[in-house]
């Protein structure tokens, strides 16, 4: 494959730029803070000033980043992506964000004959640094079918799913589930503790039930100890509820377990935990 652009090193950017180096992808990548490239150096990168020298540079570009707004600002603004881009060139966004987010960004690009794909993924830190995410690609079925190599160290599996805004929406789906999920435990590690229980054994015994599932497994142990190392950052799930929820607002959707997440979500937030992993939510209901 050509040369990929990657903006965004973050978390899951960081993650997947050093796997595509590791696999022989010639990356350059471009951060907002740009300090955080350096390690990529290291590992093979190269370093683009702007988003739109990074595009200028590279046939097929990579965005990763936190939210709509920076999804938006990193294509929008001065020196963004759409200075250069133009026919024969394709813009792959990765970010979390919502169909309509992903549609403005989708029209801006095609409008200078760019092509693009939304492509969010499920999984995190680790699945990213293992290439075992699972991509939710909607948009340009071509550009699709080109960057396949690439997705194929990514992740373990892709999904093309039609058209622009379906990957976003399955992906609010999926995390709407999650952090549902993710506040259900939390209260039953809560209500195990506090009704003399020992929560390792609750998670034993879930573990060995129809309710087992990797998230708890893998966060479970931490949780009990308090420690919450961010690899979803509870910020984005927050986020991730707000717009799953706003998807249902448009729907019709009455989500009333989603709705609670999320204030608890929002609640951890006021008290200085966005920037842990989202499993510190456990925190809104153990002081
Ligand atoms: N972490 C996870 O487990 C998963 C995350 N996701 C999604 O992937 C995306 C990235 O997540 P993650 O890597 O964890 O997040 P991080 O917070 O670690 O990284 C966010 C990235 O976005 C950049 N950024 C933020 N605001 C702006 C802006 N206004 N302009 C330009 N760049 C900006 C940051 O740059 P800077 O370094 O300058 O702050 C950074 O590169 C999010 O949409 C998240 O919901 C999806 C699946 C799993
Ligand atoms: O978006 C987060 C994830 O784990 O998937």
Redesign the pocket.
């Known amino acids: 494959m050509e040369e990929i652009g990657f903006l965004?090193?973050?978390?899951?950017?960081?993650a997947m730029a050093v796997n595509l180096l590791r696999h022989g992808f010639k990356v350059t990548v471009w951060?907002?803070?740009l300090s955080?490239c350096d390690e990529l150096v290291q590992h093979g990168a190269s370093v683009g000033e702007t988003p739109a020298a990074v595009i200028k540079k590279c046939k097929y570009t990579i965005a990763?980043?936190?939210?709509p707004?920076?999804a938006l600002?990193?294509v929008f603004d001065k020196h963004g992506a759409l200075e250069h881009i133009c026919a024969g060139k394709g813009y792959i966004d990765?970010?979390?964000?919502d169909a309509d987010t992903s549609s403005q960004i989708s029209q801006a690009i095609t409008s200078k004959g760019g092509s693009f794909l939304e492509a969010?993924?499920?999984?995190?830190?680790k699945p990213?640094e293992d290439g075992q995410l699972v991509i939710l690609a909607a948009g340009d079925k071509d550009l699709y079918d080109q960057v396949v190599p690439a997705f194929d160290v990514l992740g373990k599996k892709s999904f093309f799913l039609g058209q622009i805004g379906n990957g976003a929406k399955m992906?609010l789906v999926v995390n709407m589930i999650m952090g549902s999920m993710m506040n259900a435990f939390s209260e039953g590690i809560v209500l195990a503790d506090k009704s003399g229980l020992d929560p390792h054994t609750l998670l034993d015994v879930l573990d060995l039930g129809a309710i087992a599932n990797p998230m708890f497994k893998m966060k479970g142990p931490a949780m009990i100890k308090n420690s919450y190392p961010p690899?979803?950052?509870l910020k984005?799930q927050q986020?991730?509820m707000r717009l799953a929820l706003a998807l249902g607002d448009e729907n019709a959707v009455p989500m009333p377990v989603a709705a609670a997440a999320n204030e608890a979500f929002k609640k951890a937030r006021s008290l200085g935990l966005g920037d842990h992993d989202f499993s510190a939510v456990f925190e809104t209901l153990s002081k």
Request: proline fraction near 5%; charge should be positive.
């Open positions: 965004g090193i973050g978390i899951m950017g960081r951060n907002r803070t955080r990763m980043l936190s939210d707004a920076a600002s990193v990765m970010s979390t964000v969010p993924v499920s999984g995190s830190k990213a992906k690899a979803f950052p984005h986020k991730d």
